[in-house]
């Protein structure tokens, strides 16, 4: 259907309609169920969520960000906040939601370009406030597949290094958090190449999935992408340490740093 079309239907114009499409025009209960109507879209679930979406967001601490850091580190955050659950996968990295602030303050060190300092310092603030959602009265459910590549790698050196797995390991304690390790004798596995994040929606049509790149941050949301991630990351988990196992794992990581 045309936005000339649909905005006839609606009692509009295109103009409207595309402004609507493009987020700068804001979109009532009544006028979300109208488009559905005007769609032949019956599923009941997802428009309810739509309308969640719509009425009942404001703007979050990121906003403070706008002017500061990149758009795609916002979508990050946004993105976070709203899911009712997450699923990540690193391999050379570890997840930003457990990182501490000095891990993180070494990793944007080593951003190409290099960063200013005043930058690297909004980009540390930026991660920590993201972890908020695994605390307070209804934290998000966590899940974080980790590459023991990724659990070995000491940036910062030692000492960082080795208060880093530590928090990993404290965090992966709290009934909502697992962190699944993929030791190096599981050999090969699905998504080796990459780091994602799945974000779990209200209804599964508005899951997301985030992949970190070179020139930024890509989202997914297309059905068969989104089928295909969750195949991806069932089968990480599949070949990655139990729970217990895995805080082993980081835990003789931890003694090996110290008996250095």
Known sequence: MSSTEAGRLLGTNQT???NIEASRLGV?????????RNYSCADE????????MA???RRGWWEEYREILPT???DLAELEHHALALRTAYIAHLPGLLQTAEHAREIFRQVVPTLPPPEVEHRV??????QAILYGGKPTAYTAIVHEAALRMR????DTARAQLQHILDMSEHEHIKVAVIPFEAGSFPGSGQ????????VPQLDTVQLDTEYGSELLDAPAQLERYRVVLDRMETVALPESRSRDLVQSIIRSLKGE
């Open 16 to 18: 409207t309609i595309s």
């Open 28 to 36: 009532s209960a009544d006028r979300l169920r109208a488009l559905a």
């Open 45 to 52: 679930a997802l428009i309810t969520a739509l309308i969640g």
């Open 55 to 57: 009425v009942q967001r």
């Open 72 to 74: 795609g580190l916002l």
């Open 125 to 130: 603030s930026h991660r920590v406030k993201r």
């Open 155 to 158: 940036f910062g050196g030692p």
């Open 195 to 202: 780091s994602m994040l799945y974000a779990v929606g209200p």
